[in-house]
């Protein structure tokens, strides 16, 4: 069989792991870095019955998003930066509602208009706080263009799944770099679709948990079941309540259909850490950089390792505690002023947790993270 | 009759509603319904969208594929879904100040895709939900909670707006003309494209009070005095129309509408292969 190899973009890729997962809607408003991932879909979507639409904002486009999945289309948008801000209120709205769909957000440099063109991992704590409120949040942050096609489906399948809005967080330097990239075959492509009701028309409960897995079984408008959906604090029939029983016990569903499945969300590499006394943490592009420092570290006799996560959200508390059980110093490396160290530090009980970051919209090189782990030894 | 829309149309488990009494809200309602009744449109393909306010209360109670969304937001939503899929009658129930403040973008470019939403606009010329602060659409010197000395705001004509932003039929009636209101939902659904029906609604517990405008049934009797076909309306000028609601169908268009345009694109796109 021809093997699918192409010289490609992470944006690109990232269309690409879409419309390999069952991609049919996207909506969004471009915005630089993240503009290719709206060119890709407008001109990919109809060419498989889909749909693209440019909305007038960034609101517009996630809403437009949460309603094409409503209608029973798999969804996404994309954006950056200040559009990520804009998205927040209907995020939480796709969160409460229960309603599958993929945010893309190429991190660029901030606050505010900030560095447009540069790269940045400023948004980390926006992804997991930035609507109000409690609420669970998935995301996954890849650190090369393979990977962006790969965590692309997984952020479709883990939103159908667990019926939930799920954010793939890339940098600009993931985004734009071109490498080869290998596209698998559709056929091994594990595509997971959301559980729909038993023809129970009458009886149908959009909010109602049916089996083990606290994810209700979803209809699409159109069906035939005509429920209702809201923002809402609602009871299983999907009506408003204010019952703060009702309330607090949906909440508690929503947080545990995520926290109760940790192995599952759980994606991350651990690399040379076996006997590691000093561990790297990186994410994204910055984890490309670490890769090297811990080989050219290894070079010459020092034993450190890079633990990489690839799901940023929800936090990976346990494999953080190992780290935190195996070596005295942890250097957290991200280019932001201390976003996933902060995560870091408030699991760590005995290790030293070192914080290397960089805001000046230029990546941190491999160079830099050696510098960091002579300073440590 | 009106029990027998009740019983074939309503939630009757999440009635009563939570209005006001005298509100003109539940008149509006009852006249969509009743437009789509008239129709004999399928429930089941029917798909009603709000945003938040007292007016996007209403899906809540009516029993078709329903959602209501965040403040301002119904036409965005209402998009999504219209394009996902659309073989659905997809109706949007917005306030004014949901529709046209917060949502004044959503409703131009809506308007402006031709894309095919009847929207229903419940005006009642301030924000109810929040407690009668004055909106885009309260007439200039008039009060509200945050214009205590008197709106300066100029007000909107969301007809004359929709039309210019390209909605394909535009139209207006009363709490008081419900007639005159359930046929222009029938007409705005019947049209292809995108259609907007402004509802002049009363609001007793907040514009009323606020303005001294006399309890619910002054405020219909004010609204059957007020109201003046348009076609009457040409042939008056700007001064006697100073106090005048002008009630009537505006503009009724034929135009590409927008999801047919979009399906043009597949049929085109899958004809190549
Ligand atoms: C983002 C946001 N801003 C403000 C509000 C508060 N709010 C709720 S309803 C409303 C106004 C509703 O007025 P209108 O749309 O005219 O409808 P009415 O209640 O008068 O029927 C406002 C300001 C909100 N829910 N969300
Ligand atoms: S506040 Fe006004 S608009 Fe809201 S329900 Fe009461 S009367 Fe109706």
Redesign the interface.
Known sequence: MSKNVKLMQGNEACVEGALAAGMRFYAGYPITPSTEVAELSSLKLPQVGGKFIQMEDEIGGMAATIGASLAGLKSMTATSGPGFSLKQENLGYACMAEVPCVIVNVQRGGPSTGLPTSPSQGDVMQAKWGTHGDHPMIALTPSSVKETFDLTVKAFNFAEKFRTPVILLLDEVVAHMRERTEIPDQSEIEVIDRKKPQKDLDTYNPYKVVDDTLVPPMAAYGEGYRFHVTGLSHDVTGFPSNDGVIAKNLLNRLMDKVNDNMDELSIYENYKMEDAEIAIVAYGSTARSAKSAVDAAREEGIKVGLFRPMTIWPFLANQVKELDNKVNNIIVAEMNLGQYSLEVERVCKSANVIHYGKINGELITPNEILSKIKEVL | MSSELINKYFRMN?LPHIWCPGCGHGILMHSIVKAIDNLGLN???V?I?SGIGCSSRA??YM????????HG?AL??????????P??EVIVISGDGDSSAIGG??LI?AARRNIGITTVIFNNSIYGMTGGQYSPTTPTGDKGTTAPYGNIDNNFDLCRLAEAAGATYTARSTAYHANMLIKQVENGIKNKGFSLIEAISVCPTYYGRKNKKGDSVKMMEYLRDAGINVNKAKNMSSEELADKIVIGEFNNISKPEYTDQ?QN??NR??GER
């Open positions: 999440k429930k089941d393909d798909c969208v899906p809540g029993d078709f594929n329903t959602l209501h969304t965040t937001r965005a939503f209402a998009t999504g879904i219209k394009l996902a899929n073989k659905l973008n959503h470019h979009y694109i597949i796109l899958q």
